[in-house]
Every structure is written in structure tokens, then in C-alpha cells.
């Protein structure tokens, strides 16, 4: 079965420090997302990708945050001036369809975050 | 807003055993979609089952089952005769026909002693 690709798994950066987080999701789809679980807690919806721009992101998603689809194949989330608080798994998913009716996301195995 | 509740926090069950998953979702939608992932120590988050509001018909597929309640806002999972191989974290997840994010429950942890 095809998967969404996550990397690197683990990432350690400095308080302050850029991040890019990077994802390939499953060529044939066209919406991407990213979602992020800090310990212990519940996996949190931060953005969905469509048409080359944003579609819908959650309150989290402040201006810290950034996506982008460079080429055709990987999509990355960047985090400016990391915080510690910012120290979380983050989930790549695609998914074929426009909306959750008839589809399930496909989502990658993670990158772990952890902000020093 | 959306909100899904799974209050059990860590169930252990003895292999062969019957385990059933509690998730109480709020939602203002008429239309909505509930779902039910799990996550293996490996980390990924793995697509089990998908409902949708207008289809209230319980399911059976393989060793996984559900209940789903509209009257009573549920959608209950079970393992039945649980394997070693089921010991994971398990979400339930809810997505509103409105937008196209899945809200989690804080997912229970079921460990599956051999």
C-alpha cells in the first residue's frame, strides 16, 4: 500500500531555531495536512493544503508556522523561531478527495520535534 | 465546535479477551464523519474505520466492530478476541461535513497481555 513519508524521525533543535519539517505524501493525492500530538495529549489538526495554497488552518497555526509544496513531490512545514512548547510529534497525512466524506487520511509516521 | 471524549484512559485485557473502545463525540452538524485510528508503538497512525452520520448500520470486519448511537452521540469499537499485535493507542476522530479537519479524542492506550 502506498504511504506518506515522514523526515527525518526525530529532530532536536534550540529554543529560537528554524525548523523544516518534511513530508511526500502519496503521489496521486491532492490535499495535504499537518497535525501535531505533544505528549500525553490529543492529535491536533494545524493545517490543510490544497492548490498549491492554505485551505483551512486551526488557531495554532500562528504566524510562526509556514507550508509549502517546493516541487511536485514534498510538502514542509516550517517553524520560525521555535518555541518549547512547540515540542510535539508532528503527522504529515494526504488524502485523494476534497473533504472527509468518502475519504480516509493517509497519514506518515512522524517527525519528533523536540525543542531544547 | 467538534469534540470527541474517550474517557478510558489505559485498558488491559488478557489475550483472547472482548475490548470495547467508549467515544462520545459533540458535534452542531447534522452531517459529520466518525472515525476510529490506531497507533502502534511504532508511532504511525493507522485508518481502522470510517461512519457517516446518515448511516447508522453497525458493521462487523474481521475482529473489529462498532456501535454507533446517534440517539446518544457514540461510536463505540471492539476488538473481539484481541491478539498481542492489538496492544496500541486507538482514536477516535470526528470531521464535520463544514470543514475538512479530524478532532481527536485523547485516544486509549490497550494493552493486550499474552
Known amino acids: 500500500e502506498p504511504e506518506v513519508t515522514q523526515t527525518p524521525s526525530h529532530q532536536v533543535t534550540q529554543m529560537g531555531q528554524e525548523v523544516i519539517l518534511r513530508c511526500v505524501p502519496i503521489s496521486n493525492h491532492l490535499y495535504f495536512y499537518w497535525y501535531r500530538q505533544i505528549l500525553g495529549q490529543k492529535v491536533e489538526f494545524l493545517v490543510s493544503f490544497y492548490n498549491n495554497e492554505i485551505s483551512e488552518k486551526s488557531e495554532i497555526f500562528d504566524d510562526q508556522f509556514s507550508v509549502e509544496r517546493p516541487d511536485g513531490s514534498n510538502f514542509t512545514l516550517k517553524i520560525r523561531s521555535t518555541k518549547l512548547e512547540d515540542s510535539a510529534m508532528y503527522f504529515c497525512?494526504?488524502?485523494?478527495?476534497?473533504?472527509?466524506?468518502?475519504?480516509?487520511?493517509?497519514f506518515g509516521s512522524g517527525t519528533q520535534l523536540s525543542v531544547l | 465546535a467538534q469534540k470527541v471524549t474517550q474517557a478510558q484512559t489505559e485498558i488491559s485485557v488478557v489475550e483472547k479477551e472482548d475490548v470495547t473502545l467508549d467515544c462520545v463525540y459533540e458535534?452542531?452538524?447534522?452531517?459529520?464523519?466518525l472515525f476510529w485510528y490506531k497507533q502502534p508503538p511504532s508511532g504511525e497512525l493507522v485508518f481502522l474505520i470510517r461512519?457517516?452520520?446518515?448511516?447508522?448500520q453497525n458493521e462487523i470486519s474481521g475482529r473489529y466492530s462498532w456501535n454507533f448511537q446517534k440517539s446518544t452521540s457514540s461510536f463505540n469499537f471492539t476488538i473481539t478476541a484481541s491478539q498481542v499485535v492489538d496492544s496500541a493507542v486507538y482514536f477516535c476522530?470526528?470531521?464535520?461535513?463544514?470543514?475538512?479537519?479530524?478532532?481527536f479524542g485523547k485516544g486509549n492506550q490497550v494493552v493486550v497481555i499474552p
Open positions: 497525512a494526504s488524502s485523494e478527495a476534497l473533504r472527509l466524506t468518502n475519504e480516509k487520511l493517509f
Open positions: 476522530a470526528l470531521s464535520e461535513s463544514m470543514n475538512n479537519r479530524l478532532a
Open positions: 461512519r457517516n452520520s446518515f448511516d447508522e
Open positions: 458535534t452542531r452538524d447534522t452531517t459529520y464523519y
